[in-house]
């Protein structure tokens, strides 16, 4: 009996030792501002991840999070993946197409990677942070974000599992007979030292026009214009593999998947990466008709890479005017505000601060659906070293990065190779994710930053209250009830071009419980000016509740002591009042 009860001790206390074990471990570490303490769902910021796992992860804050968070495939890419989209909301509060939306996506060139991660980041921090920050718990109250993390999950997982370059493929997959010989992808790129990367060859020649750098043998110098080098640069990895002298000249692609969507669309010899028509590609024409099915979308993010741009439309000059000054005061306070958020980071216009795009995607949701749209271009040197050298930096800051902060992770040294084509080659150079890409340790930071940015623009999406509900007694049984609607936000329930083009429909304001003899909007209340609504007069029609601004409306009614008064706004979400 001794026995067992010395072992029921000894169980006991070990049982003891591991929750003390536990709990001493639990306060080794402590939550740092501004981020989730315990995550139901852990990922790791410093790396990036397949279309797989992206969608391994969607899937996860789903399941960990199911009143807030929602998957759904909207469609399939060329090659017949899904398109994955979450829906982030506090469902408790209502559907989510009855409140304002923001509309994010990344990754629509393959090669612009990390719009994925920064993307999911958004999502992920939204639901974790839900239960401890009044913040966020009140604005997915208020409003929706639609989440699609990646457009073009082919193109992402090439990138990733099959020899390219910082800049390939920026396509999807789509095979196309790039060269013109009636061939369609017969010359691909080709990894001759098998690591993965395609990086640069040269060769030693009587006539080169290069030096190794004596102090850094990574670095080809220009000799000058009077002295013969030793090398010469042959381009990228690769060979001839179709025999007509150019090496690499017919792989995936070519073409631009944003310069696909249907506004100011030009064909190919106009715009270089343009296909048939609009949304010839089903990618893009799944996240069109998933936004016209949700006229709830207010605001919308694309993530691109690279440069530290916040970009907002028209891509071309033929287009400046429609983007009215109304709404350009809107994207500059947004953006302008960005600006101080994203260190290193410019807000510019596409088409007098970049080039010239036709068919590109932020200009169809806003010329289209009249939504406020940026593209935030991803990663600035600036990050490197807090120096403002450039968008993307010099090779020799990139070189300084290698040396200093990766030690030596970024850069394949030259090696020798035997060519079949140009002898004894030498192949090295930067790796396809360093330059456009974010190393690692950069990648969290600006991923808070811009998600910080995009928070901000989708909180700024309207959010309409009903206040200050007068009643005047008229005599005879008659009284007038007038109601104000203030939008509590910098946006307003319909953009100049949505007014312009009739796109969405009106705000309706609705009296019951009472009997309506009148409905008016208010125009001038001081003078007395009114515009009457002769038909259905309980449901008034707005044009439009300015970002912070209000709209007056006003019934005669003939009866009704107790009442309510709802506001239905398609982007402005939904508010009512009772007396």
Same mark, same amino acid.
């Given at each position: 009996?001794?026995?067992?009860?010395?072992?029921?001790?000894?169980? !006991?206390?070990?049982?003891?030792?591991?929750?003390?074990?536990?709990?001493?471990?639990?306060?080794?570490?402590?939550?740092?501002?501004? %981020?989730?303490?315990?995550?139901?769902? *852990? /990922?790791?910021?410093?790396?990036?991840?397949?279309?797989?796992?992206?969608?391994?992860?969607?899937?996860?804050?789903?399941?960990?999070?199911?009143?807030?968070?929602?998957?759904?495939?909207?469609?399939?890419?060329?090659?017949?993946?899904? /398109?994955?989209?979450?829906?982030?909301?506090?469902?408790?509060?209502?559907?989510?197409?009855?409140?304002?939306?923001?509309?994010?996506?990344?990754?629509?060139?393959?090669? +612009?990677?990390?719009?994925?991660?920064?993307?999911?980041?958004?999502?992920?921090?939204?639901?974790?942070? @839900?239960?401890?920050?009044?913040?966020?718990?009140? !604005?997915?109250?208020?409003?929706?974000?639609?989440?699609?993390?990646?457009?073009?999950?082919?193109?992402?997982?090439?990138?990733?599992?099959?020899?390219?370059?910082?800049?390939?493929?920026?396509?999807?997959?789509?095979?196309?007979?790039?060269?013109?010989?009636?061939?369609?992808?017969?010359?691909?790129?080709?990894?001759?030292?098998?690591? &993965?990367?395609?990086?640069?060859?040269?060769?030693?020649?009587?006539?080169?026009?290069? /030096?190794?750098?004596?102090?850094?043998?990574?670095?080809? #110098?220009?000799? &000058?214009?009077?002295?013969?080098?030793?090398?010469?640069?042959?381009?990228?990895?690769?060979?001839?593999?179709?025999?007509? $002298?150019?090496?690499?000249?017919?792989?995936?692609?070519?073409?631009?998947?944003?310069?696909?969507?249907?506004?100011?669309?030009?064909?190919?010899? /106009?715009?270089?990466?343009?296909?048939?028509?609009?949304?010839?590609?089903?990618?893009?024409?799944?996240? #069109?008709?998933?936004?016209?099915?949700?006229?709830?979308?207010?605001?919308?993010?694309?993530?691109?890479?690279?440069?530290? #741009?916040?970009?907002?439309?028209?891509?071309?000059?033929?287009?400046?005017? %429609?983007?009215?000054?109304?709404?350009?005061?809107?994207?500059?306070?947004?953006?302008?505000?960005?600006?101080?958020?994203?260190?290193?980071?410019?807000?510019?216009?596409?088409?007098?601060?970049?080039?010239?795009?036709?068919?590109? +995607?932020?200009?169809?949701?806003?010329?289209?659906?009249?939504?406020? %749209?940026?593209?935030?271009?991803? #990663?600035?040197?600036?990050?490197?070293?807090?120096?403002?050298?450039?968008?993307?930096?010099?090779?020799?800051?990139?070189?300084?990065?290698?040396?200093? !902060?990766?030690?030596?992770?970024?850069?394949?040294?030259?090696?020798?190779?035997?060519?079949?084509?140009?002898?004894?080659? +030498?192949?090295?150079?930067?790796?396809?994710?360093? &330059?456009?890409?974010?190393?690692?340790?950069?990648? +969290?930071?600006?991923?808070?930053?811009?998600?910080?940015?995009?928070?901000? @623009?989708?909180?700024? %999406?309207?959010?309409?209250?009903?206040?200050?509900?007068?009643?005047?007694? !008229?005599?005879?049984?008659?009284?007038?009830?007038?109601?104000?609607?203030?939008? *509590?936000?910098?946006?307003?329930?319909?953009?100049?071009?949505?007014?312009?083009?009739?796109? *969405?429909?009106?705000?309706?304001?609705?009296?019951?419980?009472?009997?309506?003899?009148?409905?008016?909007?208010?125009?001038?209340?001081?003078? =007395?000016?009114?515009?009457?609504? =002769?038909?259905?007069?309980?449901?008034?029609?707005?044009?439009?509740?300015?970002?912070?601004?209000?709209?007056?409306?006003?019934?005669?009614?003939?009866? $009704?002591?107790?009442?309510?008064?709802?506001?239905?706004?398609?982007?402005?979400?939904?508010?009512?009042?009772?007396?």
């Amino acid at each position: 009996m001794k026995t067992k009860n010395l072992i029921v001790a000894l169980a !006991l206390g070990a049982l003891s030792l591991g929750s003390f074990e536990a709990t001493a471990q639990q306060e080794n570490y402590f939550r740092a501002i501004g %981020t989730p303490h315990k995550p139901k769902v *852990e /990922i790791a910021w410093n790396r990036y991840y397949s279309a797989e796992g992206l969608w391994d992860w969607m899937k996860k804050i789903a399941a960990a999070h199911p009143d807030l968070a929602k998957v759904e495939a909207i469609g399939k890419s060329v090659e017949g993946r899904d /398109i994955l989209t979450l829906t982030i909301t506090d469902f408790s509060t209502g559907k989510d197409t009855d409140k304002p939306a923001m509309w994010i996506d990344g990754n629509i060139h393959s090669n +612009e990677v990390q719009g994925a991660e920064f993307s999911l980041y958004v999502a992920w921090y939204l639901t974790e942070m @839900h239960a401890d920050n009044e913040f966020v718990k009140q !604005l997915l109250k208020d409003k929706t974000f639609y989440i699609t993390p990646t457009i073009n999950p082919d193109a992402r997982n090439n990138f990733f599992k099959e020899p390219n370059n910082a800049n390939t493929p920026r396509s999807g997959m789509m095979v196309l007979d790039n060269d013109g010989d009636g061939m369609a992808g017969e010359d691909r790129m080709d990894d001759l030292d098998g690591d &993965g990367h395609i990086t640069m060859m040269i060769r030693k020649s009587p006539t080169g026009r290069y /030096i190794k750098d004596p102090l850094d043998p990574r670095r080809l #110098m220009a000799v &000058g214009p009077s002295q013969v080098g030793e090398y010469e640069i042959l381009g990228q990895e690769g060979t001839d593999n179709d025999g007509d $002298g150019q090496v690499n000249d017919d792989g995936v692609g070519y073409y631009d998947p944003n310069r696909d969507w249907g506004w100011n669309w030009q064909p190919d010899y /106009i715009q270089r990466g343009a296909l048939k028509y609009p949304f010839t590609l089903p990618e893009n024409r799944s996240v #069109m008709e998933f936004v016209m099915k949700h006229p709830n979308i207010a605001g919308a993010q694309s993530f691109h890479n690279s440069g530290g #741009m916040i970009l907002r439309g028209p891509g071309a000059e033929e287009d400046v005017n %429609t983007y009215n000054q109304d709404d350009i005061r809107i994207y500059d306070a947004i953006g302008k505000k960005g600006e101080e958020m994203i260190p290193g980071y410019r807000y510019l216009t596409v088409y007098k601060d970049l080039y010239s795009v036709f068919g590109g +995607e932020l200009d169809w949701f806003y010329g289209n659906r009249g939504v406020f %749209t940026y593209s935030n271009e991803l #990663m600035v040197s600036y990050l490197y070293f807090h120096q403002q050298s450039g968008g993307r930096g010099s090779q020799d800051e990139q070189f300084k990065v290698d040396e200093l !902060l990766t030690f030596g992770d970024a850069y394949v040294n030259y090696k020798e190779f035997t060519h079949p084509q140009f002898g004894t080659v +030498e192949i090295g150079g930067f790796k396809k994710t360093f &330059g456009r890409a974010h190393p690692g340790f950069l990648l +969290e930071q600006d991923a808070h930053r811009n998600a910080a940015f995009t928070i901000y @623009h989708a909180y700024h %999406t309207p959010k309409l209250s009903i206040l200050d509900v007068k009643e005047e007694d !008229l005599g005879g049984g008659l009284k007038a009830i007038t109601a104000t609607v203030f939008n *509590e936000r910098l946006m307003p329930t319909h953009a100049s071009q949505d007014l312009k083009y009739k796109i *969405e429909r009106p705000d309706y304001v609705t009296i019951s419980g009472a009997k309506v003899v009148a409905g008016f909007v208010v125009e001038d209340e001081d003078m =007395k000016k009114f515009k009457e609504q =002769k038909f259905s007069p309980e449901k008034i029609a707005v044009e439009n509740v300015p970002g912070m601004g209000a709209v007056k409306v006003k019934w005669i009614v003939s009866s $009704g002591s107790s009442y309510s008064i709802t506001v239905d706004s398609a982007k402005g979400g939904k508010a009512s009042w009772k007396k």
